[in-house]
């Protein structure tokens, strides 16, 4: 699992609150991604970072901030969750020319 | 419209057996092709990754093909077990010209059921 954590792995809570995922790994990776994965789509990059502090927009950015302040942890935010963000949640790194990914998130906006 | 068409959506097959899924996609310029294995309630984990030079690449029972002329890739499973029962997501990496690694272009995945 390329010691990538995720936390929490399930979450539930009501539209319009603010809402934190975070990503951890140990090995001190450059690069981490947020996707989200919906039924019928294919993964999604909402965000990556490419460094601490240095991050950058994926295809799904909307509604989404994330912060990178040290290599190992790389959160997501949902400053005011809607039930269109109810999803599975991947965190992944990249090693040479594999991508790497932790267990999930499922969130669930009611 | 998705860069990267799978299918079929979804098959069963009798433990022992064979199969294979398809992959075509639309994504230019490209770069690189991978496929990944998702079981249940977990990450993807990668099984190949092929650039434009490669047309074969196995892991195990798994071979991945690649036609880039036609764009179109397979992934062969050979003597299915059940443990291969699983979601399998082919994933096609563009060339940018700030990353060498390639924005990844990810399909909905086929699902395989190995009954036995």
């Known amino acids: 699992d390329a010691g990538i954590t995720q936390s929490p792995r399930h979450k539930v809570t009501e539209t319009g609150t603010p809402v934190t995922l975070r990503c951890h790994q140990t090995e001190n990776h450059r690069y981490m991604y947020w996707y989200r994965q919906d039924p019928g789509h294919g993964l999604r990059l909402i965000h990556y970072s490419y460094g601490v502090k240095d991050t950058d927009k994926g295809e799904v950015s909307d509604g989404y901030s994330v912060s990178r302040s040290k290599t190992e942890d790389f959160l997501l935010t949902l400053e005011s969750a809607t039930s269109s963000q109810t999803s599975v949640y991947f965190c992944?790194?990249?090693?040479?020319?594999?991508?790497?990914f932790g267990p999930g998130t499922r969130l669930t906006v009611l | 419209k998705n860069q990267v068409e799978q299918s079929p959506q979804s098959l069963i097959i009798l433990e022992g057996k064979n199969c294979t899924l398809q992959c075509n996609y639309t994504v230019s310029p490209f770069s690189n092709l991978r496929w990944y294995k998702q079981d249940t309630g977990r990450g993807p984990v990668s099984l190949t990754i092929?650039?434009?030079?490669?047309n074969t690449k196995s892991n195990g029972r798994y071979t991945a093909t690649l036609d880039a002329d036609t764009k179109q890739s397979s992934l062969h499973i050979t003597a299915s077990q059940l443990s291969d029962s699983a979601s399998y997501i082919c994933?096609?990496?563009?060339?940018?010209?700030?990353?060498?690694?390639?924005?990844?272009?990810f399909g909905a995945g086929t699902q395989v059921v190995v009954t036995p």
């Open positions: 994933v096609v990496g563009a060339t940018t010209t700030t990353d060498s690694w390639g924005k990844l272009q």
């Open positions: 092929m650039t434009f030079s490669e």
């Open positions: 992944a790194i990249r090693e040479g020319a594999g991508q790497f």
